[in-house]
């Protein structure tokens, strides 16, 4: 990548303030209006943030009545858009060499587009509906940093794209010389990673879609907080307790944060590898194998007491929303769910077993196994 990131803002509206926000952030960020878009400046953007609705569009407004030019709204011009960056055309010698270029649509009617679909994969659902790298809802703070990143990831896709030898991958997610490397690679390989001829065809842009939408949102070879504490038997303030100290324990969990590309774009992560590294660091010298016992070992290595989950083994739920419920469960005491749009190679969601009969809509979702369990369960009590 040479200089910064392009971003390309295209609202019928005044964008001065993200662009100055987005300025700050490193970003060379540009707005303009529907009707003064140029192929000049499609071809010159990393990304390009589209306004749902356009309503101030002249030159547009006079084709109403000819359904073919009429380009309604802002995915209708993403889809526009689209087809000019890939040079479609029926011409043999047209010129259809891959852009990485990500286009991202900014809405306040989320829930109209994606409406049924749970709050929490709307954006998800939208996105991959209508062939777009990422959603941003409006009525919620402009995520300049998030979009500064996500500009960056684009701009550093890997030129070579080798399942064979994934370096640049392997650069681009900011994966260094951990002892647990390979079997990150491991785990990433299972999330079929567009990293061949797909990503390759698509100049990387299949990669970062895949990366914003099928990993980042879900506890795959990264996970979240909730997640990262929970494997070690503790509370999430419990991280910041162990990274803020000096010890071999501390040195292992800082060594498991996610910092490569879009690392701040849906919070912290962390690499799911390091984090049973990290198990497995503390097993060497604590007694037992279930997530107190991890906890308790987490805390004599640590020196001080640590907020501790005082669960056996913990699972996470979903809430109506998909949201992930904060308070894990005992896996005993709970099924094992499947979402429509929920990645099968991500950890299941779980619903409490006593929560059955007040979420009918979630117990449509038990897995078919569990659900013959529970209603065994049911029977026997």
């Known amino acids: 990548m040479n200089g910064p990131p392009n971003v390309l803002i295209i609202d019928d509206r005044d964008q001065a303030a993200v662009v100055a926000d987005l300025s700050l952030a490193g970003v060379d960020a540009r707005w303009i209006p529907p009707n003064d878009l140029t192929y000049e400046s499609i071809e010159q953007a990393d990304l390009i943030l589209i306004d749902e609705f356009l309503e101030e569009w002249p030159c547009r407004d006079q084709l109403k009545n000819r359904p073919g030019l009429y380009v309604r709204d802002g995915l209708a011009l993403a889809g526009v858009i689209r087809s000019h960056l890939e040079n479609r055309g029926s011409a043999v010698t047209a010129d259809q060499s891959p852009r990485r270029t990500a286009i991202a649509l900014r809405t306040g009617h989320l829930n109209v587009l994606a409406a049924g ?34 500009a960056y990831g684009a701009a550093s896709l890997p030129e070579e794209w080798n399942p064979q030898l994934p370096t640049t991958q392997m650069e681009w997610l900011g994966l260094r010389d951990q002892m647990w490397c390979d079997g990150a690679l491991s785990q990433i390989e299972q999330c079929r990673p567009p990293w061949s001829m797909l990503a390759e065809t698509s100049a990387g842009r299949h990669w970062l879609a895949w990366f914003l939408q099928d990993i980042l949102p879900f506890p795959t070879f990264l996970v979240d907080d909730l997640r990262a504490a929970g494997y070690l038997g503790l509370h999430t303030e419990a991280l910041e307790l162990l990274l803020n100290g000096q010890s071999p324990l501390a040195d292992r969990l800082r060594s498991c944060v996610y910092t490569g590309h879009l690392a701040g774009v849906a ?75 929920w990645p099968p190679y991500a950890d299941d969601p779980w619903m409490r077993t006593e929560s059955i009969d007040d979420e009918p809509e979630l117990a449509k ?10 209603d065994d369960a049911a029977d026997s009590e």
């Open 117 to 150: 679909v749970p709050a929490f994969m709307r954006a998800i659902a939208v996105a991959r509906r209508h062939d777009l790298e990422w959603v941003v809802e409006k009525g919620l703070s402009t995520p300049t940093k998030a979009l500064a990143e996500v």
């Open 267 to 341: 919070g912290r992560r962390w690499w799911r590898v390091g984090i049973s590294d990290v198990r497995s660091f503390i097993l060497e010298s604590a007694p037992g194998r279930t997530a107190n016992d991890i906890a308790h070992g987490a805390i004599t290595l640590h020196g001080t007491p640590l907020p501790c989950l005082k669960v056996v083994a913990p699972v996470f739920e979903i809430d109506s929303s998909y949201n992930v419920v904060v308070d894990p469960v005992e896996v005993t005491d709970a099924v094992r769910l499947q979402p429509d749009g």
């Open 365 to 374: 979702l038990i897995v078919m196994q569990d659900r013959y369990w529970s």
